[in-house]
């Protein structure tokens, strides 16, 4: 099972931040990904942490998001700076048990809730 947290509303430039625990699973062992999808949009890959540490992003996001992981408290977060309106989106975090793309949504076998992220101009 995933949880996630935070999320919310802010204006172009701010920054929020969104956590994701699992209960069940270790994320060590894991690859865990962030997705969003945006109104009237495909669900589209943000970022990625492999179990082994590797960590991926899609361009778009490339420098300005961060995702993190700790082992200790079983979290992984993703850090969004320099928010644009374009990043207004659902955004879930998900983890692949077998999985062997870490930017294809069909490897990801669990789901969290979604959290709404809304960036104002």
């Known amino acids: 099972h995933l949880g996630q947290s935070g999320g919310g509303l802010v204006q172009t430039g701010g920054s929020l931040r969104l956590s994701c625990a699992a209960s069940?699973?270790?994320?060590?062992?894991?690859?865990v990904g962030w997705f969003r999808q945006g109104p009237g949009k495909e669900r589209e890959f943000v970022a990625a942490?492999?179990?082994?540490?590797?960590?991926h992003y899609a361009d778009s996001v490339k420098g300005r998001f961060t995702i993190s992981r700790d082992n200790t408290k079983n979290l992984v977060d993703l850090q969004m700076n320099s928010l644009k309106p374009e990043d207004t989106a659902v955004y879930y975090c998900?983890?692949?048990?077998?999985?062997?793309?870490?930017?294809?949504?069909?490897?990801?076998?669990?789901w969290g809730q979604g959290t709404q992220v809304t960036v104002s101009s």
């Open positions: 998900a983890v692949s048990y077998y999985g062997s793309r870490y930017d294809f949504a069909d490897s990801y076998d669990s």
């Open positions: 069940g699973l270790s994320f060590s062992s894991h690859t």
């Open positions: 942490i492999v179990w082994s540490g590797g960590i």
